[in-house]
Structures are given as structure tokens and as C-alpha cells.
């Protein structure tokens, strides 16, 4: 079995930079180039505004970047290998997931690796730490991931690669509100995958006087497995039933497809494993640990003729016009898809502003308007 851990959109608050308080995300995976030879591809994902520490090895950062080799039934490491500084973009604007001045960095690592040995071989990364404001764990301030890949025998013998997960770049809905995310994963290899909950996995500590050792917030050389889960406040969370919803939330078999309604506000993470089959022989297994942010209720303190977003026609045909309430500050109006995929968002004052529908595909879609006195949201269908 194989394993990546991805650590995706997990909005970190803590102010100490060496416990890389920045991270919210980031995944493991590889593709066989032939032979006993591989590209790995570590791609992490930090809060531009959060205050920590840079990516590892980036400039500035406080610790390299490192991954640390194991043969299989082995804690004595083959080999670590520090990475070079990530190639690193701006990958949303600010505002998304109406969090004030709000933006995502992504930084891709890169590095190609020759495993002679013969058997399974382990390659991990670890770092902590996780949101302390996570509402599902048990101190999760205090509790890193752990990224890894298991290259299996019957893997490295067909020269397989890894499925990769393709999230979505933001997890927020609203209490009540029904949630729609597609969390499935591609196989270069084409073959056939299935999804369900399960739980992510522990990796690093608080450690910051001895920060390299095995406690500390980034292990050097990476500790080999076996890893240990993350504990869920139970009986209210496990790892199959991580976010509180009516109807609780289920994860499609054959889909990855996560869907339910929120009925309590916070922040919550999960893990999705998706198993590889070929010919209907299990081959790997790859996780995809994520946060999905649940939001309350908004005030609004504007007077009653402020509380109201109008959309028409609703079902609309060809044209839709939104209409944004009178306000003396300026609003911030984002289209989501069902997926929580952004079709088209922009700034401005009250007044009325009219979308062709071409940009929008038939279906329902949920419209976002919000300042500093309100938050209003309406659906629409588009024919």
C-alpha cells in the first residue's frame, strides 16, 4: 500500500513562526519515469496573511525542506534529501471563502529519486502544526501531518504512479446550508479508484527548543512509520464521521464526491482515502486530508430596506441581473457552483449589474454579496 497525506486549506492562527503557522495545506505524490526511477512532487499550500514562517527551504524560512527514505520493516533511514526552495504563485485573490483580506500561496517542490533496493520503500515529510482553532480534534495547535508515499513491490514492478487528489482551492458552506465538494482523484494509470472517510495521520510536535529532533515541529530526518492517527473528540467526531451535519455527511464510493448539511459552525478536518484497483487487485492506497469551515450566521446591522439581494429572472435564460442593496460601503459579489468553484466575482457599490448567462453553465448556483454591514446569499438556477 501506498500513502500520501495532504493537509489541504488548514487555516493556521498560531503566532510562533518556527511552528509554520502560515500552513494550510499540501500533498505527496509521484510518477514512475521508468526503471527504479521517480519524480516526487510535494506541493504545500500557506495563508499569505497568517504570520508565519515561510515555506521550508524558501528564503528567509527557518528550516530547510527535507523528505527522509525508509525500506520497508525498517526504522534505519536509506537516505534524506533536503529539497531546494519551492517554485511558489498566488493562487486566489483575497475574499474567497469571505474571509477578510484573505490569499493563498502554493509552493511546488520537485525531486527525482533512484531506488535501487528491492521490496517496499517509505518517503515521508513531516511538519507541525495544525489550526489550534480546529473544533474536531484534540489539540490540534499541538498536532502536526504526516506526508508520505509507501511504494509497494507489485507498485515499483508496474511501474505505477500515484492517483492525485484535485481539491477544490476552498472548503466554507453555511449552517443549514446543503454542501456539494468534489474530492475525487486522477490516475495516470487509469485505474479504477474508491473513496471513503478515513483518518489522517499525526506527524511532528510543539517541539521548538530541539524543533529537528523527533518531537519537534520539523523532524530531521523524517521518523519512519508506523504513524499514529490524530485524535478526534469522541464520542462528537471520529474519522468517519468528521463534520456534524443533518444529514450527516457521506463521501461518494465511486465519486469522491462530499456532500451534506452543516448544523454547527466551526472549523473541521478530515481525511479521504482513495483505493487503486487494476484488474480488481488492490495496488495502493493515497490519503487526502482536508478543512472544511463551517460558517454561522451573519448580522446584519443595516436598517430593514438594506436587508435584501435581488436577483431576476430566477430561473434565468440568456441574462441574469443581481441587484445589491443600498449601502454606503462598497460589496464584494462572488458565483459559486455547487463544487464551491468561484465562476466570476467583482466589487462594488449598490446598484444593479447584469451577468450574461453564458458564463455560467446550466444548473443552481449560490450568490455571495458582503461588506462590513452584512452578508447576503440567494440561489439561482440557470437554464
Same mark, same amino acid.
Given at each position: 500500500?501506498?500513502?500520501?497525506?495532504?493537509?489541504?486549506?488548514?487555516?493556521?492562527?498560531?503566532?510562533?513562526?518556527?511552528?509554520?503557522?502560515?500552513?494550510?495545506?499540501?500533498?505527496?505524490?509521484?510518477?514512475?519515469?521508468?526503471?527504479?526511477?521517480?519524480?516526487?512532487?510535494?506541493?504545500?499550500?500557506?495563508?499569505?496573511?497568517?504570520?508565519?514562517?515561510?515555506?521550508?527551504?524558501?528564503?528567509?524560512?527557518?528550516?530547510?525542506?527535507?523528505?527522509?527514505?525508509?525500506?520497508?520493516?525498517?526504522?534505519?533511514?536509506?537516505?534524506?534529501?533536503?529539497?531546494?526552495?519551492?517554485?511558489?504563485?498566488?493562487?486566489?485573490?483575497?475574499?474567497?471563502?469571505?474571509?477578510?483580506?484573505?490569499?493563498?500561496?502554493?509552493?511546488?517542490?520537485?525531486?527525482?529519486?533512484?531506488?535501487?533496493?528491492?521490496?517496499?520503500?517509505?518517503?515521508?515529510?513531516?511538519?507541525?502544526?495544525?489550526?489550534? @482553532?480546529?473544533?474536531?480534534?484534540?489539540?490540534?495547535?499541538?498536532?502536526?501531518?504526516?506526508?508520505?508515499?509507501?511504494?509497494?513491490?507489485?507498485?515499483?514492478?508496474?511501474?505505477?504512479?500515484?492517483?492525485?487528489?484535485?481539491?477544490?482551492?476552498?472548503?466554507?458552506?453555511?449552517?443549514?446550508?446543503?454542501?456539494?465538494?468534489?474530492?475525487?482523484?486522477?490516475?495516470?494509470?487509469?485505474?479504477?479508484?474508491?473513496?471513503?472517510?478515513?483518518?489522517?495521520?499525526?506527524?511532528?510536535?510543539?517541539?521548538?527548543?530541539?524543533?529537528?529532533?523527533?518531537?519537534?515541529?520539523?523532524?530531521?530526518?523524517?521518523?519512519?512509520?508506523?504513524?499514529?492517527?490524530?485524535?478526534?473528540? @469522541?464520542?462528537?467526531?471520529?474519522?468517519?464521521?468528521?463534520?456534524?451535519?443533518?444529514?450527516?455527511?457521506?463521501?461518494?464510493?465511486? @465519486?469522491?464526491?462530499?456532500?451534506?448539511?452543516?448544523?454547527?459552525?466551526?472549523?473541521?478536518?478530515?481525511?479521504?482515502?482513495?483505493?487503486?484497483?487494476?484488474?480488481?487487485?488492490?495496488?495502493?492506497?493515497?490519503?487526502?486530508?482536508?478543512?472544511?469551515?463551517?460558517?454561522?450566521?451573519?448580522?446584519?446591522?443595516?436598517?430593514?430596506?438594506?436587508?435584501?439581494?435581488?436577483?431576476?429572472?430566477?430561473?434565468?435564460?440568456?441574462?441574469?441581473?443581481?441587484?445589491?442593496?443600498?449601502?454606503?460601503?462598497?460589496?464584494?459579489?462572488?458565483?459559486?457552483?455547487?463544487?464551491?468553484?468561484?465562476?466570476?466575482?467583482?466589487?462594488?457599490?449598490?446598484?444593479?449589474?447584469?451577468?450574461?448567462?453564458?458564463?455560467?453553465?446550466?444548473?443552481?448556483?449560490?450568490?455571495?454579496?458582503?461588506?462590513?454591514?452584512?452578508?447576503?446569499?440567494?440561489?439561482?438556477?440557470?437554464?
Amino acid at each position: 500500500m501506498k500513502t500520501f497525506i495532504a493537509a489541504l486549506y488548514l487555516l493556521v492562527l498560531l503566532p510562533l513562526n518556527l511552528q509554520a503557522a502560515h500552513i494550510i495545506g499540501g500533498q505527496l505524490s509521484y510518477e514512475c519515469t521508468g526503471g527504479n526511477n521517480y519524480r516526487f512532487t510535494l506541493v504545500m499550500y500557506r495563508d499569505c496573511q497568517g504570520g508565519g514562517a515561510p515555506f521550508d527551504s524558501a528564503p528567509g524560512a527557518p528550516f530547510p525542506a527535507s523528505v527522509t527514505v525508509y525500506s520497508a520493516g525498517s526504522s534505519v533511514p536509506l537516505s534524506t534529501i533536503l529539497l531546494d526552495a519551492p517554485a511558489v504563485e498566488t493562487i486566489l485573490p483575497d475574499n474567497n471563502c469571505f474571509i477578510p483580506s484573505f490569499c493563498i500561496e502554493k509552493g511546488t517542490y520537485s525531486f527525482d529519486l533512484t531506488i535501487p533496493v528491492t521490496g517496499g520503500v517509505y518517503v515521508t515529510y513531516q511538519r507541525c502544526c495544525l489550526n489550534n @482553532t480546529i473544533s474536531n480534534l484534540n489539540a490540534p495547535g499541538e498536532t502536526g501531518m504526516t506526508y508520505y508515499i509507501y511504494l509497494s513491490p507489485e507498485a515499483r514492478s508496474l511501474c505505477n504512479s500515484s492517483p492525485v487528489f484535485n481539491p477544490p482551492l476552498m472548503a466554507c458552506s453555511f449552517i443549514n446550508e446543503p454542501f456539494t465538494f468534489d474530492h475525487s482523484a486522477t490516475d495516470a494509470d487509469g485505474d479504477s479508484l474508491a473513496y471513503a472517510f478515513c483518518a489522517p495521520l499525526d506527524g511532528g510536535g510543539s517541539d521548538q527548543q530541539n524543533a529537528t529532533g523527533p518531537g519537534g515541529v520539523a523532524p530531521s530526518p523524517d521518523l519512519p512509520p508506523p504513524y499514529s492517527e490524530v485524535s478526534f473528540i @469522541t464520542p462528537s467526531y471520529s474519522a468517519s464521521q468528521p463534520i456534524p451535519g443533518d444529514p450527516y455527511f457521506t463521501i461518494g464510493e465511486t @465519486t469522491g464526491i462530499v456532500s451534506g448539511t452543516p448544523n454547527i459552525a466551526g472549523r473541521f478536518a478530515y481525511a479521504i482515502c482513495v483505493s487503486e484497483f487494476r484488474n480488481g487487485v488492490l495496488l495502493s492506497q493515497s490519503q487526502l486530508v482536508f478543512q472544511h469551515n463551517v460558517a454561522g450566521p451573519v448580522a446584519v446591522s443595516e436598517p430593514v430596506e438594506m436587508q435584501a439581494l435581488h436577483v431576476f429572472p430566477n430561473p434565468a435564460s440568456g441574462e441574469v441581473s443581481i441587484e445589491l442593496p443600498v449601502s454606503s460601503e462598497a460589496f464584494q459579489v462572488a458565483i459559486f457552483n455547487l463544487n464551491g468553484q468561484l465562476q466570476t466575482s467583482w466589487s462594488g457599490v449598490s446598484g444593479t449589474r447584469k451577468i450574461p448567462t453564458g458564463v455560467l453553465r446550466p444548473g443552481l448556483y449560490l450568490i455571495h454579496a458582503w461588506n462590513g454591514k452584512g452578508h447576503f446569499r440567494l440561489k439561482i438556477v440557470v437554464h
